[in-house]
Structures are given as structure tokens and as C-alpha cells.
């Protein structure tokens, strides 16, 4: 039960009543009996500033941001940090004791998390492929970087997008055609796809995996459904595959830490209460 004294936080998107998040910080509100709630805070675009600046004035300690809000998100904070900043992304927000707002991204936090909960064997030695340019991409290619990959190969449907990537990246991205994403496999240990090709209600991801080596791990950002035909086609030929849905449970660890005051941990049991209708 909520007192009058609960600890306030929440996920702004536009839509968002898809987004997991509630019920995984729900999960962990319960499991340690926390005295707080994290709520679903459907705002448009045109909105976002406004309610950034309300989350002061009713008390929340900061929020979650998903999509279109991400980028836009970084002209309505007072500080960023450095992760943030590189990104150009914020997907952590934190209400200061001054009610500043602080912008962090911790999406490839997660991502890395994930990987090597899943895949403990995977090392950074050998070039990854990459599928998609976009935010989540940005994340990606930043974790990466910090974990020692010293190659990403990039195949994005549009090239202006890849090649704005590699511009801020340096020379760890090689931008590849779309039409020559398969190419791209050879000699790799790890492929990940950053697009929403092959979620519900999107167009299928074509893809065939020919030419990716037995032993690389492919990772897949989509975790609606749960298990994609990407990740369905690598298990069947022996790959190591990792679903999204891990990445986004390990990304909500440092903002409930930083709004209710307890470390979480990314269980068995919560991933089955998170993926439980998916």
C-alpha cells in the first residue's frame, strides 16, 4: 500500500502503454517492499518539455524515457553525463535535491550486461555487424567501444544515417550498404540488430545467416516477440542467441537504484514475470 510519503517515478513515451518497464520496476517495488510506484506517463512530443519540467512540481524523483523522446530529451536537462552526451541520447532521468533534471543513458549498460550474462564466452577480439543506425545503434556502438571492439560494421537501410554514426564514432564504424549486410557477417563474432524489423507489427528482417561463422553470438534488441525469426533462424544452426528483453530489464537497474534507494538484480524469476503476455 502507497503512503502519502512513496517514491515516484515513471516511463514518458508516445504511445507507451507497450512498454514493459512498469511492470519490471513493479516486480521490484514488491519484492522489496519499497514504499514507491512507477507509473506509465503517456506525453507527445510537443509535450515533453512541460512535463520534464513537472516532474519537480509533483514530487517524482525522475523517469524513463522511450521513444520519439530520447534525443529531444537532451535540450531539457541541466546536466548530462558523459554517456549521455556521447550517445546524444537520454534514457535516465533523475530529479536533483535543487530539482534540476540530469540525464543519463544506461540503455548500453544493459546491453553489455545482458551480453555477457548470456553469452559469458563472447570477447570484443573479433569485428561485430551491425543492423541500423538509429538511438538504440548509437547505444550500442558506445558499450562496444568501451568493451574493446575494435570494428563495427554498420548496415543501415538509410546510408546518411549509417554514415552520421561513424562520423561520431571514429574509425571503430564502417559503414556497409544495406544491400550488402550479409557480407557483412563474415569473420564475425557477434551480429546485432538495432531495428525494429521483425517486432509485431513491423515488416520482416531478410537476412539469411549463411555467411555468419557457427561460433558468433547474434543478439537481437526486439524482444516482441520474444523470440524473432532472426533469433529463431541462429538457434536452429547452432548460434548463441540473446533476446532484447534482457537488455531492458539490466538498463532499469541504475535508475531504480537511483530513484528508490535499493539495488536490483535481473532474476529468473522477474524475466518470466517481465516476458509473462510477449
Known amino acids: 500500500m502507497l503512503t502519502g510519503a512513496a517514491r515516484l517515478a515513471g516511463v514518458m513515451g508516445w504511445p507507451v502503454a507497450h512498454s514493459r518497464s512498469p511492470r519490471i520496476h513493479g516486480y521490484w517495488l514488491e519484492e522489496k517492499g519499497i514504499d514507491g510506484a512507477y507509473v506509465p506517463l503517456a506525453v507527445r512530443p510537443e509535450a515533453l518539455g512541460t512535463a520534464l519540467a513537472g516532474l519537480r512540481a509533483l514530487g517524482f524523483r525522475g523517469c524513463n524515457l522511450t521513444a520519439p523522446h530520447k534525443e529531444a530529451a537532451l535540450a531539457h536537462m541541466a546536466s548530462l553525463s558523459q554517456t549521455a552526451r556521447r550517445i546524444g541520447a537520454v534514457n535516465t532521468v ?58 563495427i560494421r554498420i548496415a543501415n537501410r538509410s546510408p546518411a544515417r549509417a554514415a552520421a554514426l561513424a ?99 535481473a532474476t529468473a524469476a522477474l524475466r518470466t514475470f517481465a516476458a509473462d503476455g510477449l
Not at 533534471?101 to 551491425?130: I, K, Y
Not at 574509425?171 to 524489423?197: F, K, M, Q, Y
Request: charge should be negative.
Open 94 to 151: 533523475t530529479v536533483g535535491d535543487d530539482g534540476a533534471l540530469h540525464g543519463d543513458n544506461t540503455d548500453g549498460f544493459g546491453f553489455v550486461s545482458h551480453l555477457r550474462q548470456e553469452a559469458p564466452d563472447w570477447a570484443p577480439a573479433l569485428p561485430v555487424a551491425m543492423l541500423g543506425a538509429g538511438g538504440a545503434a548509437r547505444a550500442v556502438v558506445d558499450a562496444l567501444a568501451a568493451a574493446g571492439v575494435a570494428e
Open 167 to 265: 562520423g561520431a564514432a571514429g574509425d571503430i564504424v564502417r559503414p556497409c550498404p544495406w544491400e550488402e549486410r550479409e557480407a557483412a557477417l563474415e569473420s564475425c563474432g557477434l551480429l546485432v540488430n538495432t531495428t525494429n524489423l521483425g517486432q509485431v507489427g513491423k515488416a520482416p528482417l531478410d537476412l539469411d545467416l549463411g555467411r555468419l561463422p557457427a561460433a558468433a553470438v547474434v543478439y537481437d534488441l526486439v524482444y516482441a516477440p520474444l523470440e524473432t525469426a532472426l533469433l529463431r533462424a541462429a538457434r536452429a544452426r547452432g548460434n548463441t542467441t540473446v533476446d532484447g528483453l534482457g537488455m531492458l530489464i539490466h538498463q532499469a537497474r541504475p535508475g531504480f537504484a537511483a530513484w528508490f534507494g535499493a539495488e536490483a538484480e
